[in-house]
């Protein structure tokens, strides 16, 4: 985790300073009779880079390395195959349909990642669409993205 | 006896069948909506608002009223069962009552959640009933250098909560409020931090980056484990539910302190169930004779902030009845809907619409009734739909993530942010930032940021008007002293290591 912090210190640091800096340009820092919207997020982004850089310090000077944060080997594959999955979801949300794309997600992680059963993921999937339908297309008519399959 | 008079005709017409029935209805609809991961109070309340403008509106606030009190409840399920706050009143139930969770002991949990909320609900009304005139006069005389102070107060004592690393707390906090500091200014109305993105003028919305945070964040770190079940196993029969001798008495105290504590920060406006619930953490954590166990299970960390979120609920009612202020973003979605129904909020609403008010406070007696009795009956039931694989339960609570983030505003950006603060909220977790601390950031950054500048153009001494006022003064010596304990706890640390070095 030491090497983690001290990439976390410089980035954050580093984006704490151009915060500053937009906050300085960009937004009046008084207004007329009191501070303006550049005043707070100045300050902020000062702050900030004084906590990132007690947090570089700080694990410069530490001596423990620690123990890596990300997984590995089938931790790493699930965790990636999740997050892949998600985000393709959320990106094709319009093309699929939120009700659909519900039972498309839900039967490819089930059978592909967690090696369900056919007939359990296909049961999940098929029960969570109908409830998400009902609980909130139908009942609190929440207009989800139909896809170009009409649902 | 003008408030016997008064309360007598408020349960003539709370005990009417009809709104007795939209009490039960609105406990029932809203404990299952907290219960879903990313629907708290003010989305369920927000959704439902527009099923009772067919109703009369002392029906209509009565039903909107028991399913905020409900999804209050409601929330706490998920934080204990799931790790996965309803709303951010429950984050801090998260920290010990998921802990009592892993070790087979979410029975208990919710057991004296639900009793500490009957108990806080109960004092809270009786507290609103008494006290509202003259806690409005005190409200009313809070000017906004008040009303900062005491948000500062409750963004550093989060840090306290943050536990094994102040520094990574306070920089979660900071980061939750330059967060904030996106879209439209509020006091001179020009968008700040947009980055060109139309999406992006109203800012972060809360509930997206609560909902990736929290849901999504836990999701992730679980889906990188194995099958992990140890939360599903174990008994959770009626008997199961009920604390113990030593659970009640280890609790009574904390639900006592969270009942008046939430109260009394639950009136002041701008304040709410959410710092009302983290004060009531921190103060269980100082006055326990063992504090280590907090943050491992301790049941005063669920008993006193579930108290003090119920009471600060009914404490919100005060500003928003009688000064027509709301306490917190649902009262803010009550108040506008009682604008709808064209009442005016105000010291007048006592006046002129006694059967609304007291018809309201009436049905609050009557709804916290029967959420115990609805709750203690539905823990098991709930334990038990929960006790499904979480290789089956992780895809699931994606797509509640995917739908709760989508239906706050029906737009697809909202969930690509919370997809986007699910990845942050992972790594936050792994690296032992504070989600919590951000999270509150967020939503008090706005309101802090409006109460600064507002004290800054009254005041003719700079920042010195936060120190000149006695109220603020004592505050911002709190929250100093909240940031001073953990750097002064750190340094003795580090000398006691150095001269442990030395001396070997």
Request: hydrophobic share 55%; proline share 5%; glycine share 12%.
């Given at each position: 985790m030491r090497r983690t912090d001290q990439m976390t210190g410089l980035v954050v640091f580093a984006g704490a300073v151009a915060f500053s800096a937009t906050a300085w340009r960009q937004y009046a820092y008084w207004g007329e009779n009191g501070p303006g919207p550049g005043f707070l997020p100045l300050w902020l982004g000062v702050a900030m880079a004084g906590l990132a850089a007690l947090l570089?310090?700080?694990?410069?000077?530490?001596?423990?390395?620690?123990?890596?944060?990300?997984?590995?080997g089938a931790g790493r594959r699930r965790l990636l195959a999740v997050l892949l999955a998600t985000a393709l979801f959320v990106a094709l949300l319009d093309v699929v349909g939120m009700i659909f794309g519900t039972a498309l997600f839900l039967a490819a992680i089930l059978r592909l990642v967690e090696r369900h059963a056919w007939p359990t993921a296909l049961g999940v999937a098929a029960g969570a669409a109908a409830v998400n339908y009902l609980v909130f297309t139908y009942w609190l008519r929440v207009p989800f993205p139909v896809g170009v399959l009409g649902f | 006896m003008d408030l016997l008079t008064n309360l007598v005709l408020g349960f003539s017409i709370a005990l009417t069948p009809f709104n007795l029935l939209m009490a039960v209805l609105g406990v029932i609809v809203g404990t299952l909506i907290g219960a879903l991961p990313g629907i708290g109070p003010t989305s369920g309340?927000?959704?439902?608002?527009?099923?009772?403008?067919?109703?009369?509106?002392?029906?209509?606030?009565?039903?909107?009223?028991a399913i905020y009190y409900g999804s209050m409840y409601g929330g706490t399920i998920t934080s204990v069962l799931i790790n996965t706050p309803g709303e951010s009143a429950s984050v801090v139930t998260c920290i010990d009552g998921y802990q009592m969770a892993l070790q087979g002991r979410a029975g208990p949990a919710l057991g004296v959640a639900t009793i500490g909320s009957f108990i806080a609900g109960s004092l809270g009304v009786v507290l609103l009933m008494l006290m509202s005139?003259?806690?409005?006069?005190?409200?009313?005389?809070?000017?906004?250098?008040?009303?900062?102070?005491?948000?500062?107060?409750?963004?550093?004592t989060v840090t306290g909560l943050t536990g094994t690393n102040a520094l990574k707390g306070y920089m979660s906090m900071v980061f939750g409020l330059m967060l904030a500091m996106a879209g439209f200014d509020i006091v001179s109305g020009r968008p700040r931090y947009t980055g060109g993105v139309t999406e992006m003028l109203d800012g972060f919305d809360f509930l997206p980056v609560a909902i990736g945070l929290f849901g999504m964040g836990e999701v992730l770190a679980g889906a990188e484990q194995a099958i992990d079940t140890r939360i599903l196993r174990g008994r959770y029969g009626f008997r199961d539910c009920l604390p113990s001798t030593a659970d009640w008495m280890r609790s009574r105290w904390a639900m006592l302190r969270g009942s008046v504590l939430g109260f009394f920060i639950g009136i002041l406006p701008g304040a709410g169930a959410t710092i009302a619930s983290f004060l009531s953490y921190t103060v269980e954590k100082k006055v326990s004779r063992h504090p280590e166990e907090f943050g491992h299970g301790a049941i005063e960390g669920v008993a006193g902030p579930e108290s003090a979120n119920n009471a600060a609920s009914a404490g919100a009612m005060v500003p928003l009845l009688t000064l027509g202020i709301p306490g917190s973003g649902t009262t803010a979605v009550l108040l506008g809907g009682l604008m709808m129904w064209g009442l005016r909020p105000g010291p007048l609403l006592f006046e002129k619409n006694p059967d609304f008010v007291w018809g309201l406070i009436a049905s609050m007696y009557i709804g916290n009734v029967l959420l115990v009795i609805l709750n203690i009956g539905f823990i098991p039931l709930f334990v038990r739909a929960l006790r499904v694989p979480y290789s089956i339960l992780m895809p699931l609570i994606i797509v509640f993530c995917i739908t709760g983030a989508?239906?706050?505003?029906?737009?697809?950006?909202?969930?690509?942010?919370?997809?986007?603060?699910?990845?942050?909220?992972?790594?936050?977790?792994?690296?032992?930032?504070?989600?919590?601390?951000?999270?509150?950031?967020?939503?008090?950054?706005?309101?802090?940021?409006?109460?600064?500048?507002?004290?800054?153009?009254?005041?003719?001494?700079?920042?010195?008007?936060?120190?000149?006022?006695?109220?603020?003064?004592?505050?911002?010596?709190?929250?100093?002293?909240?940031?001073?304990?953990?750097?002064?706890?750190?340094?003795?640390g580090a000398m006691a290591r150095r001269r442990g070095l030395a001396a070997s």
């Amino acid at each position: 985790m030491r090497r983690t912090d001290q990439m976390t210190g410089l980035v954050v640091f580093a984006g704490a300073v151009a915060f500053s800096a937009t906050a300085w340009r960009q937004y009046a820092y008084w207004g007329e009779n009191g501070p303006g919207p550049g005043f707070l997020p100045l300050w902020l982004g000062v702050a900030m880079a004084g906590l990132a850089a007690l947090l570089f310090a700080g694990a410069t000077r530490s001596r423990a390395v620690g123990a890596p944060w990300l997984p590995r080997g089938a931790g790493r594959r699930r965790l990636l195959a999740v997050l892949l999955a998600t985000a393709l979801f959320v990106a094709l949300l319009d093309v699929v349909g939120m009700i659909f794309g519900t039972a498309l997600f839900l039967a490819a992680i089930l059978r592909l990642v967690e090696r369900h059963a056919w007939p359990t993921a296909l049961g999940v999937a098929a029960g969570a669409a109908a409830v998400n339908y009902l609980v909130f297309t139908y009942w609190l008519r929440v207009p989800f993205p139909v896809g170009v399959l009409g649902f | 006896m003008d408030l016997l008079t008064n309360l007598v005709l408020g349960f003539s017409i709370a005990l009417t069948p009809f709104n007795l029935l939209m009490a039960v209805l609105g406990v029932i609809v809203g404990t299952l909506i907290g219960a879903l991961p990313g629907i708290g109070p003010t989305s369920g309340v927000a959704l439902l608002l527009p099923l009772t403008f067919g109703m009369s509106p002392t029906s209509g606030i009565i039903m909107l009223a028991a399913i905020y009190y409900g999804s209050m409840y409601g929330g706490t399920i998920t934080s204990v069962l799931i790790n996965t706050p309803g709303e951010s009143a429950s984050v801090v139930t998260c920290i010990d009552g998921y802990q009592m969770a892993l070790q087979g002991r979410a029975g208990p949990a919710l057991g004296v959640a639900t009793i500490g909320s009957f108990i806080a609900g109960s004092l809270g009304v009786v507290l609103l009933m008494l006290m509202s005139p003259t806690l409005a006069r005190w409200s009313l005389s809070f000017g906004p250098p008040e009303e900062f102070a005491l948000m500062l107060l409750g963004l550093t004592t989060v840090t306290g909560l943050t536990g094994t690393n102040a520094l990574k707390g306070y920089m979660s906090m900071v980061f939750g409020l330059m967060l904030a500091m996106a879209g439209f200014d509020i006091v001179s109305g020009r968008p700040r931090y947009t980055g060109g993105v139309t999406e992006m003028l109203d800012g972060f919305d809360f509930l997206p980056v609560a909902i990736g945070l929290f849901g999504m964040g836990e999701v992730l770190a679980g889906a990188e484990q194995a099958i992990d079940t140890r939360i599903l196993r174990g008994r959770y029969g009626f008997r199961d539910c009920l604390p113990s001798t030593a659970d009640w008495m280890r609790s009574r105290w904390a639900m006592l302190r969270g009942s008046v504590l939430g109260f009394f920060i639950g009136i002041l406006p701008g304040a709410g169930a959410t710092i009302a619930s983290f004060l009531s953490y921190t103060v269980e954590k100082k006055v326990s004779r063992h504090p280590e166990e907090f943050g491992h299970g301790a049941i005063e960390g669920v008993a006193g902030p579930e108290s003090a979120n119920n009471a600060a609920s009914a404490g919100a009612m005060v500003p928003l009845l009688t000064l027509g202020i709301p306490g917190s973003g649902t009262t803010a979605v009550l108040l506008g809907g009682l604008m709808m129904w064209g009442l005016r909020p105000g010291p007048l609403l006592f006046e002129k619409n006694p059967d609304f008010v007291w018809g309201l406070i009436a049905s609050m007696y009557i709804g916290n009734v029967l959420l115990v009795i609805l709750n203690i009956g539905f823990i098991p039931l709930f334990v038990r739909a929960l006790r499904v694989p979480y290789s089956i339960l992780m895809p699931l609570i994606i797509v509640f993530c995917i739908t709760g983030a989508y239906s706050l505003n029906n737009k697809v950006w909202d969930v690509g942010q919370m997809l986007v603060f699910g990845v942050l909220g992972y790594a936050m977790k792994k690296l032992d930032y504070s989600p919590a601390a951000l999270t509150l950031a967020l939503v008090l950054g706005p309101l802090a940021e409006r109460a600064l500048r507002q004290s800054m153009i009254i005041s003719d001494d700079g920042l010195g008007i936060f120190v000149l006022r006695p109220i603020s003064a004592v505050l911002v010596a709190l929250a100093l002293a909240a940031v001073a304990v953990p750097v002064v706890r750190g340094a003795r640390g580090a000398m006691a290591r150095r001269r442990g070095l030395a001396a070997s």
